[in-house]
């Protein structure tokens, strides 16, 4: 029995070990900050982004910079035109096309802040001529071109961490093996979601958040169960092709957006770590048994 349950315990200790490496594989997948050339010129933002985000804490609620956990700033890429019409779905094409912005989603005091980090653009001189903003301060925001910003900063909204990204694409079969570039500025499509690429090809499509992109009823769904909804759902694996051939059909207003910003459903799937709790559980049991049956045999001698 005793070698029975040490059996248990180094094959419980194995899948254990797996999963905690798998996730480490996985989150490298993912464009975290501190492994981009970008970490030092981005922590320069630090102060700011304690500002914005103190300006919208209530009054008895303040950050610092030793709060921010920069593993959790992850990259997403933007579009500047719509990757959808592109004339073929290569990495390499659809790449070149987009820039890319840093987002910091995390709970802090007991709130959920999403803060958006990009570089800053040079403003048009007609902000002078209009009166809007003097000399000085257009002189100033030239000067700042280039350099990385604070643009945006959510408090109390539905932020994504790296760790919830990964939970929702292992749940659709997506491993650290795979190609992934997160993006969250399509024109058709403004929520998050992730691109898989096979052999320097668009491959899959998952959509991280809620849209309300409307299917066509005979969509083809990469992932095995079809769903009866009539959007885009989160969490689910569609085929690039076949959504790239149905925003085809959909054309926007000039200077609107293809449904709404993201961040609005936030992907909380459990089964990894419930299946990493289980076995810790099991473990634990296991070693239980092995102290209990090593005290009676002492008792008996």
Known sequence: MAKFAKLLILVFAASLCTIMVNAEEFESSLEILPESPDFQSVQECGVEICNMVNSLLPDNQSISASDIDWNKVYKIYVDDEDIFSLDNF???????SMKYI???????????VRVTISRSLAPDYSLVSQNIISVEEYEELVGKAGTWSVPEVEIGGMGQTPDNIIDALKVVGITAQDDIVLIGGSPKMRALFAVTFSDGVADKLIPLT??????????????????????????TSYSFDEIAQL???????????????????PMGILW??????VGFALLLYCCYKIKTLHGKRQKTI
């Open 90 to 96: 290569s990495k390499s094409r659809i790449m070149d």
């Open 247 to 265: 925003m085809s059909d959909i054309t926007i207003d000039e200077g609107s957006t293809g449904d709404s910003a993201g961040y609005n459903s």
């Open 210 to 235: 809620n849209t309300g992109i409307v299917l066509t009823p005979d969509i083809n769904m990469a992932s095995e169960s079809q769903s009866t909804n009539t959007k885009l759902s989160a969490g």
């Open 102 to 112: 840093w987002s910091y989603s995390d709970i802090i005091s007991d709130q959920t």
């Open 272 to 277: 990894p770590k419930l299946t990493f709790a």
